[in-house]
C-alpha cells in the first residue's frame, strides 16, 4: 500500500473471496493501527492457513517460549495452540485466509512441515511470492488491493484431481457436523484406510483429522457465543464435548483462559478471526 494510514484507531476488515476461488480462499482481511505503542495481541487457533503481508512496520512473534521479529512475509500453518503477536510500531498487513487445503492446491507444499509455524513465506512457496509483495506496494486502495489479490490467485489455482477431492469432501463433512465425526468417517469419506487418512490430513492440512476436528468444534463455541445467548452448559452440549469439564480443558488449551474469563466482545485480532465478521473498528 503506497498511501499512509488513515486509521487513528484499529481498523479490521474480512473480504469474503470470490466465486471462482471459494474452494481454495477462505477470505482476505485487513488489519491497521496506525498507534505504535507495542501491544501484545494473542492469535488462537481457527483451522485456516494464512499468507501475510506487512505494509507497516514489522511485528514480533512469540510461539515456543521466544520473542522473534517476523519477516514482512509469512506463511502461518495449522496452529494447535495460541501464541503472542506484538507490533513494534505501526501495524498494517493484508492476509490471505486460505481453505484448509488451499496451501498445497496452490502452492503443493506439504501443510505438516509448517504445523505451528509461522514462517517466512518466501522461503517454502517459493519466488512467486515477490509478485504478490509488488501487488500489496503498488495498490493504494483496500479494493485494489484484494481484488490484485485475488487476479494473482487465480493464475496459481489449478483443477482438483481425484485425490484432493477426497480430502475437500472429508472436511466439508467436518465443517458440516461442526467437528463432531469419527476419524473412521473421515477415512471412509476419502475412501482409504484411518492409517492413510492420517497421513493424508497431515500432508494436506497440517493436522490428523482427529486434531483437525478438535479445532473445528471448539471454534463453534465462538459462533454459539457471539449469535445466541445460552448458557455454558448448554454451549457444551451443543459442541459436543462429553461435560463442561471436557470444554474448559479444550478451551483453555487453545486460548490459554477460562471461557468464563474470556472477553468475547473485545475488539481484538483473535476475536475478529474467530468471530469471521466483516469486520469491526
Not at 505504535?36 to 514480533?60: A, L, N, S, V, W
Not at 483437525?212 to 452448559?233: D, G
Request: proline fraction near 5%; include cysteine; hydrophobic fraction near 35%.
Amino acid at each position: 500500500m503506497n498511501s499512509p494510514l488513515k486509521q487513528s484507531r484499529p481498523f479490521f476488515r474480512r473480504v469474503d473471496a470470490p466465486n471462482d476461488l471459494s474452494d481454495v480462499i477462505e477470505c482476505f482481511w485487513i488489519v491497521e493501527d496506525a498507534q505504535d505503542t507495542p501491544q501484545r495481541r494473542k492469535i488462537i487457533p481457527d483451522g485456516f492457513p494464512e499468507i501475510i503481508f506487512h505494509y507497516g512496520d514489522p511485528y514480533r512473534t512469540n510461539i515456543t517460549g521466544t520473542w522473534e521479529l517476523q519477516s514482512d512475509n509469512l506463511l502461518a500453518g495449522q496452529g494447535t495452540r495460541h501464541f503472542y503477536l506484538e507490533n513494534t510500531g505501526v501495524s498494517a498487513m493484508v492476509g490471505i485466509k486460505l481453505r484448509p487445503t488451499g496451501v498445497t492446491r496452490l502452492f503443493d507444499l506439504d501443510m505438516s512441515t509448517v504445523t505451528d509455524q509461522v514462517v517466512e513465506a518466501r522461503e517454502v512457496l517459493g519466488d512467486r511470492v515477490t509478485r504478490f509483495q509488488e501487488v500489496v506496494r503498488e495498490c493504494s486502495t483496500h479494493d485494489s488491493l484484494v481484488a490484485n489479490l485475488a487476479d494473482e490467485l487465480r493464475t496459481l489455482k489449478r483443477s482438483p484431481t481425484r485425490g484432493t477431492t477426497g480430502i475437500e469432501n472429508a472436511v466439508a463433512l467436518i465443517f458440516r457436523e461442526r467437528g463432531m465425526v469419527p476419524v473412521g468417517s473421515v477415512a471412509t469419506t476419502i475412501g482409504v484406510g484411518e492409517r492413510q487418512a492420517e497421513r493424508l490430513f497431515r500432508k494436506w492440512i497440517g493436522l490428523g483429522p482427529k486434531a483437525y476436528c478438535r479445532i473445528v468444534r471448539f471454534n463453534q463455541v465462538f459462533r454459539l457465543v457471539t449469535t445466541r445467548s445460552v448458557p455454558w452448559a448448554e454451549i457444551t452440549y451443543l459442541t459436543g464435548y462429553y461435560d463442561q469439564s471436557h470444554f474448559i480443558r479444550d478451551f483453555r488449551a487453545f486460548t490459554g483462559e477460562d471461557p468464563s474469563q474470556y472477553y468475547f466482545e473485545e475488539k481484538n485480532m483473535a476475536n475478529f478471526f474467530l468471530r469471521k465478521v466483516d469486520g469491526f473498528e
